[in-house]
T-cell receptor, first 113, second 114 residues
Framework: KNEVEQSPQNLTAQEGEFITINCSYSVGISALHWLQQHPGGGIVSLFMLSSGKKKHGRLIATINIQEKHSSLHITASHPRDSAVYICAVRSIGSGGGADGLTFGKGTHLIIQP | NAGVTQTPKFQVLKTGQSMTLQCAQDMNHEYMSWYRQDPGMGLRLIHYSVGAGITDQGEVPNGYNVSRSTTEDFPLRLLSAAPSQTSVYFC?????????????FGSGTRLTVV
């Protein structure tokens, strides 16, 4: 069974701080997703990664396939970044959509002004 | 372009009642899926579909049925609601079942079974 572990579970930081959220998984994957869920519940896809690094605005996502680990970084954090950040993986062998995504439990981030 | 539309947003059911959660996408996505989100747990896959006429079970399928008669629609049916089905339900779609791709999520349905 593929496990997806995120750390930390909860993170409170001051505006402007550099934020790192970590995700580890246990099996081979074809892709890793980072999602954002705001209060009110909507889920937005931030990144899909299969290797290397991606950047969008103040958000940076990296993945190390050999170590089965990914990180999501937020630079110059802002209160509007407060949300739950969710890591999800698509296992190898899901081509055909067999298993969909396996999700971590999420990291609850609060950025204080 | 509406993306993924879920209805209703909120629903209260009595134990034993049935209902259908609707999910529609207008992006011609091949892959559609239903997840439930419970406190302290990650989202869990209920059922998925890799195309019209093709559905399969996910991690927690018991108590739920699905069908995919068109590419656009993927309704989730609760045949006899139970309190354990109180949850937030999300529908999601992706362009290709084989190649994966980014997922688009609906806004969710908050279901309470009393």
């Amino acid at each position: 069974k593929n496990e997806v572990e995120q750390s930390p579970q909860n993170l409170t930081a001051q505006e402007g701080e550099f934020i790192t959220i970590n995700c580890s998984y246990s099996v081979g994957i074809s892709a890793l997703h980072w999602l954002q869920q705001h209060p009110g519940g909507g889920i937005v896809s931030l990144f899909m990664l299969s290797s290397g690094k991606k950047k969008h605005g103040r958000l940076i996502a990296t993945i190390n396939i050999q170590e089965k680990h990914s990180s999501l970084h937020i630079t110059a954090s802002h209160p509007r970044d407060s949300a739950v950040y969710i890591c999800a993986v698509r296992s190898i062998g899901s081509g055909g959509g067999a298993d969909g995504l396996t999700f971590g439990k999420g990291t609850h981030l609060i950025i204080q002004p | 372009n509406a993306g993924v539309t879920q209805t209703p947003k909120f629903q209260v059911l009595k134990t034993g009642q049935s209902m259908t959660l609707q999910c529609a996408q207008d992006m011609n996505h091949e892959y559609m899926s239903w997840y439930r989100q419970d406190p302290g747990m990650g989202l869990r896959l209920i059922h998925y579909s890799v195309g019209a006429g093709i559905t399969d079970q996910g991690e927690v399928p018991n108590g739920y049925n699905v069908s995919r008669s068109t590419t656009e629609d993927f309704p989730l049916r609760l045949l006899s609601a139970a309190p354990s089905q109180t949850s937030v339900y999300f529908c999601a779609s992706s362009y290709s079942a084989r190649q994966g791709g980014g997922y688009t999520f609906g806004s969710g349905t908050r279901l309470t079974v009393v």
